[in-house]
């Protein structure tokens, strides 16, 4: 099993900066991918960024020039560093791995959670 824990969402105001950190800890034989999707009230959950291993990041429309996403693969952690930040950009984020075990078989895992609140 692979537990996922997220920290640093919080209050901001707009057009300011958070930076939300992910470890993955747990049985863990490698990782593919790692990523963050976010969920606003009455919207559908949504991918934001994703950095597979070995690979460019990729990111949604609505934060491209904004956010940033970063893995340190030698502490299984993944970091998005969101920038000018707007209201739009409320939501619980989540974060979420692509696993591979031994048997070279994956599986997805996802955090709880963290708030973000972007305020005008």
């Known amino acids: 099993q692979v537990q996922l824990v997220e920290s640093g969402g919080g209050l901001v105001q707009a057009g300011g900066s958070l930076r939300l950190s992910c470890a993955a800890s747990?049985?863990?034989?490698?990782?593919?991918?790692m990523g963050w999707a976010r969920q606003a009230p009455g919207k559908q959950r949504a991918l934001v960024a994703t950095?597979?291993?070995?690979?460019?990041?990729n990111y949604a429309d609505s934060v491209k020039g904004r956010f940033t996403i970063s893995r340190d693969n030698a502490k299984n952690t993944v970091d998005l560093q969101m920038n000018s930040l707007k209201p739009e950009d409320t939501a619980v984020y989540y974060c979420?791995?692509?696993?591979?075990?031994?048997?070279?078989?994956?599986?997805?895992?996802w955090g709880q959670g963290t708030q973000v609140t972007v305020a005008s």
């Open positions: 747990g049985s863990i034989f490698s990782i593919d991918t």
């Open positions: 950095i597979e291993s070995g690979s460019s990041p």
């Open positions: 979420f791995v692509l696993t591979v075990d031994t048997a070279h078989l994956n599986e997805y895992y």
